[in-house]
């Protein structure tokens, strides 16, 4: 039988539905992935909840049975009382109107039922995750269509070399190690390297490594047998036994704990994996395409990856480019993405003026692509002309006079480049001792820069939760 790691801190979901078997079914999933779940029929009794400061909670999961629903209000109300706690909507109404009413009243995602165990849990960790990196997954329910090479907008040479790179790897059952900042499209790349091989018409199942918890990463992966460990009430295929016979994109895989790392080799030297608590192994035929937002072969070094399984992903290595040294891309880009935005509203078309290009151009797009699409998404919301100007981006319009920023979130900007504190002094000025908020503070700006605005890390290294984190930088009124 299999063994776990260290439990990790339960988060707090509170659940506001008043049809007690859904949220006696949505309870039971999200108790499988270490969510402790509070229940209220209706906001008032939530709101109840949340003050009594009895549970924690992490986000709020709000049910939707009419499109007729004051969904606007309710989710305003819950965000006047705690403006940093996220709200994911669900609903069995596939409504844009609904949908983008929600987003506008500051809901982080909005999902469809009936809803996949995998769906839900997904859903949740973005929304717990947003707030540093501002992103946003509007209308995220209707995923858009997987791109292929053809697809993929982008003229400048270290782009076109790259997609030239692919489209040569593509065909071979190499696996394939994807580098780049978070943003750039990493996914995307993955996507059309699928398409483009002989797998093409198979599976590509998607896997983010930093967003499973450590003790659940074994199961995730391999699968486990019913009653392997506390909570297996069922058996469960893993990500690899879903994807055998097409690929598997393991994104953020240096978020990957040591352990899992060790199997994960196994399976590519083998092609085995054995679920947890199952007595024989089972062969699988997956390619593998990774990727990361930092340099493998740094944590190599630093012990923090193994070396062999680092040469066993990186037979081909591609590193994308962040977009402020492709900005020559930038008014293609937000045309295709605004085409592609339009659809996701119901709109005939969405277009964009020079004046509001010119001042996208200035920024430096800390955030990438994905951050470019969040932002032209949030101004198309609030257009009303269907042509964006620089009137549509007043966040944008304020950050490009004092360096970069986050444009489409509340909280402070995150740049780990400037420098962070060096020593944590404990004393103030005047001789007293600094309060305790201070020098928390301090030490979150101190970690943000030893490494490098890598958040899963920056929480693993403070010994807290990502959700947490993100909380404290609101609370504490971080701009390191």
């Known amino acids: 039988m299999g063994t776990l790691a260290k439990t990790a801190p339960a988060r707090g979901l509170l659940l506001i539905d008043d049809q007690p078997a859904q949220g006696s079914l949505i309870a039971a999933m999200a108790g499988r992935a270490n969510w402790r779940v509070s229940r209220a029929p209706d906001v008032n009794a939530a709101l109840r909840i949340a003050d009594s400061g009895r549970e924690r909670i992490d986000a709020v999961l709000m049910d939707v049975w009419s499109p007729d629903a004051d969904t606007a209000g309710a989710i305003a109300q819950m965000r006047r009382h705690w403006p940093h706690l996220p709200v994911v909507v669900m609903t069995a109404q596939d409504s844009a109107r609904l949908a983008i009413s929600a987003i506008r009243a500051g809901a982080s995602d909005f999902v469809i039922k009936p809803i996949a165990p995998d769906r839900l849990l997904a859903a949740l960790d973005h929304a717990t995750t947003r707030g540093v990196d501002g992103e946003l997954r509007p209308l995220a329910e209707k995923p858009q269509a997987s791109l292929d090479f053809a697809s993929m907008i982008g003229s400048a040479p270290c782009f076109r070399d790259l997609v030239e790179s692919a489209m040569r790897v593509a065909p071979t059952p190499a696996p394939v190690l994807i580098e780049g900042e978070s943003g750039v499209g990493k996914e995307v790349l993955a996507q059309a390297i699928h398409r483009a091989s002989p797998l093409g018409a198979q599976p590509l199942v998607t896997v983010n490594c930093g967003a499973i918890p450590a003790n659940l990463v074994e199961s995730e992966l391999f699968g486990h047998e019913r009653g392997a460990f506390t909570g297996a009430f069922e058996r469960r295929l893993g990500k690899f036994a879903i994807a055998d ?99 996701q509203l119901g709109a005939s078309r969405l277009g964009i003026d020079k004046g509001a290009l010119d001042l996208l151009g200035a920024f430096d797009w800390p955030g990438n692509v994905r951050q470019l699409h969040n932002v032209l998404f949030r101004a198309a919301i609030f257009c009303r002309t269907g042509t964006l100007t620089r009137a549509d981006f007043p966040h944008l319009a304020r950050s490009t006079a004092t360096g970069p920023a986050i444009a489409i979130a509340d909280m402070p900007a995150i740049d780990a480049r400037e420098p962070g504190p060096s020593i944590i002094d404990p004393f103030a000025a005047d001789g007293h001792v600094r309060s305790i908020e201070a020098i928390e503070a301090d030490m979150i700006r101190l970690a943000i820069h030893r490494y490098d605005g890598r958040m899963t890390e920056v929480a693993r290294r403070l010994g807290i939760g990502r959700s947490t984190l993100y909380r404290k930088l609101a609370e504490l009124g971080i701009s390191a």
């Open 245 to 343: 016979g097409g690929t598997i994109f393991l994104d953020e895989i240096g978020d990957l704990p040591l352990d899992a790392q060790v199997k994960l080799l196994r399976v590519l030297q083998s092609g085995e994996i054995q679920p947890i608590g199952a007595r024989m192994p089972r062969n699988v035929s997956v390619r593998v395409i990774a990727a990361t937002n930092s340099k493998l072969a740094q944590a190599v070094s630093q012990g923090r990856f193994r070396e062999d399984l680092f040469y066993r992903l990186a037979v081909v290595q591609l590193t994308m480019p962040p977009l402020r040294d492709r900005i020559e891309d930038l008014p293609a880009l937000a045309c295709g993405l605004l085409t592609r935005i339009a659809e």
